[in-house]
């Protein structure tokens, strides 16, 4: 029982940290995402979108709020799509010519497979949003 309460109290307490630490920061940084279905050939991509007030980490170079980000995009498509179970990822970089080789490369990959199906969500149909907006 005292296990049970203990990690009951540190799982609150990860979770009040997180909503404490969701800053706007002075950075810009460039993203897309990419979702789909595991067992669907249909894999949707979004537009590269700007994010101001965003700063990435200072050692790792890494992008805070990722899992927010990559939830934002499934969350458009199970309301807005009625898609169940999508599996998402985003993919971001500071210099848009950079992400851009990217978003072709990952574009590249799907269209090679005949298979496989590409839905581009563009900025007019989903944009990404700070996680502090949200608050």
Do not use: W
């Amino acid at each position: 029982m005292k296990r049970c309460v203990l990690t009951m109290l540190t799982f609150l307490l990860f979770l009040t940290a997180d909503a404490q630490e969701v800053t706007k920061g002075t950075g810009k940084i460039y993203m897309f995402g990419v979702s789909q279905q595991l067992a669907d050939s249909v894999i949707y991509i979004t537009a590269i979108n700007e994010l101001d007030s965003i700063d990435l980490e200072k050692k790792t170079s890494f992008l805070p709020y990722r899992a927010a980000f990559s939830f934002q995009l499934e969350d458009f498509l199970e309301t807005k799509l009625f898609l169940e179970q999508q599996t998402s990822c985003v993919f971001f970089s500071e210099n848009r010519k950079k992400l851009s080789k990217k978003l072709y490369k990952v574009k590249k990959l799907y269209l090679d497979n005949p298979e496989k199906k590409i839905v581009v969500l563009d900025e007019t149909y989903f944009k990404f949003r700070h996680p502090a907006d949200d608050l």
